[in-house]
């Protein structure tokens, strides 16, 4: 039969984000792939240069949608770094549960979106949709908001964790690690699931490597690289926590990969929550324009808030210099590079988005695989476009 | 081998590189465009196997090319730098070293306008295919400024 090129995309109907997947058939067997990107482009970078440091951290929550907590984190770690801020010890444990519960958050929707992906409709991918839901609750009441939370801010986080969330939190984390064995029978005892996953997409070691592959996608393939481990950062020296790999590096092991760091994640969080030391949650950034701010006298509530937002000035001027600081994000090595010229304006921020990367080595993933399994593999990756075009 | 041992290395074979280690386990370099390549080849071979990424800067009077490099086993963090004319900027492509600098490359083209020789399919990739100019250039006139 004659070769051809077919796009997919760029609409998705199980909306994967937009992006058009050029694969080169004989039939319908996948020769070669050549993803187009770029079409929800919307120049973060350039926007960033346009913006003082902390009107930065909104736009950090709009690189990643499906994972803003870890993209604002990892904004205010660089700029921390960039002007040599220690952050109190308080401050950063909330971020490390806050970080974690958006891993777990995050790898909730890609279980939701295997599922409709291999044609799983309705049961499964409501349940993913249920826990998520709980998780989503406790941003709401540590941060005020279910997504886009704005709520690290350089030197510390916006406010204390509020007085429920300790035991909202366990009580949530209990009812997912449940969840997630019922999650777990339903898919090992599919074989539909099974037969649509184990050996598809096999990506090797050496080419997920040589791609510059990163997080669950590069476990799965048996390596164990995790940032989390290797250069720790925030305070994951602190914990025990597994790195969980697979063997074969096909889709299903992406989805073992998954359903482990849910468990890992859990784990975390409940030992950060046992250790979570007192004390101040944001520190005095060193500030070019002090502003006197007033104080609101005790009655009106309002205080500690205040107080908090006091100890962060207005503007922040970086000395001339330059920071490049990697996270292990919900889907692979996120890193971001801010030079700063002693403005009050970032000089240049360069964003290493993890699924660009996978995606560019898609074509290893897609040689060899049936027009049919171009859902699944594009999900299996946990494709994210809003980071991958920035 | 630590940092300081790489950076040793480095300085043995490339006498003209300005090799620093502003903290423990980070390496930073800036080298000349033309041993580029002899020096990537080089940190490949030292175990540097993965390319985290490739940024393209504007600097006042030259662009400049920044390569982050980690080891798996080293656990060693390199930033690599090399400085580009503006007028008709050129620098040899990576991509046989690290075959990942690919879309890193054809990005950097695409906002800075720098040319990667060698590279097999240097289109752009975020921009629209006939848009004119170069984004992330300090000289780029933003609609609204205009």
């Given at each position: 039969m004659a070769e051809m090129w077919i796009n997919m995309g760029p609409q998705h109907p199980a909306t994967h984000g937009l992006w058009d997947l050029r694969i080169k058939v004989d039939g319908d067997m996948i020769l070669d792939a050549d993803p187009q990107i770029g079409y929800i482009h919307r120049g973060i970078e350039k926007l960033g240069e346009n913006r003082n440091y902390t009107q930065f951290i909104p736009l950090a929550d709009r690189t990643g949608y499906a994972s803003p907590m870890t993209w604002a984190i990892l904004y205010v770690l660089t700029v921390e770094e960039l002007m040599d801020i220690k952050v109190p010890p308080r401050a950063t444990y909330i971020r490390t549960i806050a970080f974690e519960l958006q891993r777990m958050a995050s790898h909730l929707l890609f279980v939701y979106g295997m599922a409709e992906n291999v044609g799983a409709m309705w049961p499964p991918l409501v349940y993913a949709y249920r826990e998520r839901e709980l998780l989503l609750d406790l941003f709401q009441i540590l941060t005020g908001a279910r997504f886009h939370f704005n709520y690290p801010r350089i030197g510390g986080v916006k406010w204390d964790i509020p007085q429920t969330f300790e035991a909202q939190t366990k009580k949530a984390l209990d009812v997912i690690e449940s969840k997630l064995k019922e999650y777990e029978r339903m898919f090992d005892e599919s074989e539909?699931?099974?037969?649509?996953?184990?050996?598809?997409?096999?990506?090797?070691?050496?080419?997920?490597?040589?791609?510059?592959?990163?997080?669950?996608?590069?476990?799965?393939?048996?390596?164990?690289?995790?940032?989390?481990?290797?250069?720790?950062?925030?305070?994951?020296?602190?914990?025990?926590?597994?790195?969980?790999?697979?063997?074969?590096?096909?889709?299903?092991?992406?989805?073992?990969?998954?359903?482990?760091e849910i468990r890992e994640s859990a784990k975390i969080v409940r030992q950060a929550l046992d250790r979570i030391p007192g004390g101040a949650v944001a520190t005095k950034v060193p500030a070019a324009v002090v502003k006197s701010v007033t104080v609101l006298d005790g009655e009106t509530g309002y205080e500690d808030l205040c107080v908090i937002m006091a100890k962060v000035p207005k503007v922040i001027k970086p000395p001339p210099g330059e920071a490049y600081v990697r996270v292990e994000d919900s889907r692979g090595e996120s890193a971001m590079y801010i030079i700063s010229d002693g403005t009050e304006r970032p000089y240049r921020i360069k964003i290493r988005s993890p699924i660009f990367c996978t995606l560019s080595a898609l074509k290893y993933m897609m040689r060899g695989a049936r027009v049919a399994d171009v859902p699944p593999i594009m999900e299996g990756i946990d494709i994210l476009l809003s980071e991958v075009d920035r | 081998m630590s940092a300081e041992e790489v950076a040793g290395e480095m300085k043995k074979k490339f006498p003209e590189a300005d090799v620093r280690i502003p903290r423990a386990?980070?390496?930073?370099?800036?080298?000349?465009?033309?041993?580029l390549l002899d020096v990537c080849s080089f940190l490949k071979d030292a175990g540097f196997d993965h390319l985290s990424s490739i940024a393209g800067v504007d600097r006042a009077e030259n662009f400049e090319v920044?390569?982050?490099?980690?080891s798996y086993e080293k656990k060693i963090l390199v930033t690599l730098k090399t400085a580009v004319q503006k007028e008709n900027?050129?620098?040899?492509?990576?991509?046989?070293?690290?075959?990942?600098?690919?879309w890193h490359e054809r990005e950097a083209y695409d906002m800075f306008g720098i040319v990667f020789e060698g590279h097999p399919d240097l289109r752009r990739l975020l921009m629209p295919e006939d848009f004119v100019g170069h984004p992330l250039r300090k000289d780029f006139k933003l609609p609204e400024v205009e």
């Open positions: 539909i699931f099974l037969m649509r996953t184990k050996g598809v997409a096999v990506l090797r070691k050496e080419d997920a490597i040589r791609m510059g592959v990163t997080g669950p996608t590069l476990r799965a393939c048996g390596v164990k690289e995790d940032l989390r481990k290797s250069e720790p950062y925030m305070c994951y020296s602190d914990f025990d926590f597994g790195i969980p790999t697979g063997k074969n590096g096909d889709l299903y092991d992406r989805w073992v990969v998954r359903i482990a | 386990s980070r390496l930073t370099a800036s080298v000349k465009k033309e041993v920044a390569y982050f490099l980690w900027p050129r620098i040899q492509s990576v991509i046989k070293i690290w075959e990942g600098a690919n």
